[in-house]
């Protein structure tokens, strides 16, 4: 065994001894996602159409598929509060937001545009892990000095009372429960441009999870309302698509 990895073998050992963590991936004592697991994550961002998509849809990215290990870890964060993987998590939004945005042209701003939570959610789980993961990709990609001026991180976006938690519902009634539930407060929407003075400005609406595509539209719709033109949208991870019989592509 390396020093390397017997260090690392120490302090996971140590980590398992006092705080009682476990690799999501393998079950190996120690941190929440180990180095082997993390190096298996995806690399690259794809293109991930839902099927069918909401018409007028910005082009959908994921790392990953929501499935496996990356299920894992979201679900991990969401309701466990598993906060050592926001790191890694935010690391595959990183990756949706820069081929989102691969091309923008020189002076151009881009507002990184979290999906809103709910307030039960929020209160519920006792934190907003969308809006840590945006924040914390934005940092990421903030570490590139070309782009460190490019990136603002914008969660512009407010939920309207009576929409109700989107699991559960098939894709139909996700559009409907979402439709209309959405828009940007203009004292926000004011300052944000005054800080972007003359540069160009495009959004990228991002969530953790793209599923029907319907909540991720209706930010863009709720953006496009106010001026804001959408890019793309930039997602952790999508469901695998479904033809709409349900057979899986
Ligand atoms: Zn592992």
Known sequence: MSVGACARGMRDAFID???????LGC?????AL??????????????AW???????????????????????MIVALKERQSYALIGPLARQLALSVAAA?????????????????RRQTVRRRGHDSTAALVRTAGRVLMRDPELASRFVVAPLLRLRSGVVDQAGLGAEARADNVA??????????????LRAGSAHVEAIVCDDVLT???????????????GI?????????????????GRRR
């Open 212 to 226: 029907t595509g319907a909540t991720a539209r209706e930010g863009q719709r709720a953006l496009a309302a106010v």
């Open 50 to 72: 839902p099927v069918p998509s909401p018409p007028g849809l910005a082009p959908p990215w994921a790392a990953g598929e929501f499935s496996g290990l990356e299920r894992a």
């Open 34 to 47: 180990c180095v082997e697991c993390a190096a298996q994550l995806p690399e690259q961002a794809r293109l």
């Open 180 to 193: 209309g539930s959405m828009y940007v407060p203009s004292p926000q929407l004011r300052r944000l441009l």
């Open 27 to 31: 079950s190996h004592p120690g941190r």
């Open 229 to 245: 033109s959408v890019r793309g949208v930039a997602t952790v991870a999508a469901t695998r698509r479904r033809q709409p019989n």
């Open 17 to 23: 001894l006092f705080l009682g963590g476990r690799c």
């Open 101 to 117: 945005s691969a091309g923008l042209q020189g002076s151009s701003q881009l507002w990184l545009v979290p999906i809103p939570s």
